[in-house]
């Protein structure tokens, strides 16, 4: 009420003395937005609505999704760097995610007591954030002899899923609250992966993978022996942290 009386008004009744003296608030616009209500969040009044002019934005369709991030992977993945193999599987990444995403936005309902249990755009983009930026070079095609992958992971293929799999965990599992969550997101992770797969990808996958940037060491200038680079950053597994 107080928001509609600033908007109606242009101002508002001072609370110290002398008390009721009105308070201005001159050249200033208001724009104002909010999630639909549900799940712990509240309604605002209509008396308050009829101030602003209204716009809905719905959630993209589900092939305008695929196209976006679609477009992404196969950027980042072409053909002529990568293998078939792990090509063919960075293709089924997107549809992937957002069978994930759907059914965690379908079963993971915001209460007041996990009232952050909201799963939007802004997880997708996360997920194929840390998938572009994964560095190339521990799963680049280089004359038919991949790099080092880590734990059980043997193929680049696998290595990429164990990618998306550690992206998954991140960005869904790690905003869950309850062990119980936590297994039931983990466990529709390696069923999408297995499903998607197959045994021997899902094998090279059931133990996890970590990704991080500061494993590499200071890029030094080899004549003056000054750091060139004291952080290098890429992004790249290890098996433990």
Known sequence: ???RQLLEMG?????????????????VQYIAAMNTPGGGKNDIPNRLKRHFCIFFTPLPAVAAINNIFGALVKGRFDA??????????????????V????????KMLPTPAKFHY????????????GVVLCS??????????????????????GYLVSLWRHECERVFCDKLTTDQDKT???????????????????????EPLFFVDYLREPV??????????????????????
Do not use: C, H
């Not at 101002?11 to 050249?27: C, N, R, S």
């Not at 909201?118 to 997920?127: D, I, P």
């Not at 190339?136 to 293929?157: A, C, I, L, M, Y």
């Open 118 to 129: 909201l799963f939007n755009m802004r997880e997708l983009s996360r997920v194929f954030q």
């Open 11 to 27: 101002g508002m009744y001072a609370l110290e003395k002398p008390i009721g003296d009105m308070k201005f608030v001159v050249d």
């Open 136 to 157: 190339r070079d521990r799963f680049w095609k280089r004359d038919g002899e991949p790099g080092s992958f880590g734990g059980k992971v043997d193929t680049p293929q």
């Open 99 to 106: 069978t994930l995403w759907n059914k965690v936005q379908a």
């Open 220 to 241: 030094m200038d080899e004549d003056t022996g000054e750091v060139i680079e004291a952080n290098p950053s890429f992004y790249e597994s290890v098996e433990d942290i």
């Open 80 to 97: 002529e760097t990568f293998d078939e193999s792990t090509v063919e599987s960075a293709e089924k990444l997107v549809p992937m995610t």
């Open 1 to 3: 009420e107080i928001v």
């Open 184 to 206: 039931w997101a983990l466990d529709l992770i390696l069923s999408l992966v297995k499903e998607n797969f197959g045994e021997d990808v899902y094998k090279q996958t059931a």
